[in-house]
């Protein structure tokens, strides 16, 4: 079983900045790069939504209205993958979750999700 390790999360004023990271500690190097990363969230009362995903091979998706604010990057010699948010709004508040999936779906993971909460 591959274990996610989530760090990152907290408090921030609205329109401040906030860095998330989900760390793949037992993966070996070349497993962890062909894996797709993603982020997702879920707000109290809402379903869980997609935050951004990178693939493999690069391909960038953003969930709805969130590009330009939200941008993923992985590196993946340090097996670790992450979520730079910026210009935050009380609306982004919600637990955040890390996902690593392979191409075919077959082999899924998740972390286990870290509370980021803006302030007005």
């Known amino acids: 079983q591959v274990q996610l390790v989530e760090s990152g999360g907290g408090l921030v004023q609205a329109g401040g900045s906030l860095t998330l990271s989900c760390a793949a500690p037992s993966l070996i190097v070349s497993a962890f790069s062909r894996y797709d990363v993603a982020w997702y969230r879920r707000a109290p009362g809402n379903a869980r939504e997609l935050v951004t995903s990178l693939s493999r091979d690069g391909l960038l998706r953003y969930g709805d209205s969130l590009r330009g604010r939200f941008s993923p990057s992985r590196n993946d010699l340090g097996k670790i993958h992450s979520l730079h948010m910026k210009s935050l709004k009380p609306e982004d508040t919600a637990v955040y979750y890390c996902?690593?999936?392979?191409?075919?779906?077959?082999?899924?993971?998740w972390g286990q999700g870290t509370q980021v909460t803006v302030s007005s």
């Open positions: 996902n690593l999936r392979s191409s075919t779906g077959a082999d899924e993971y």
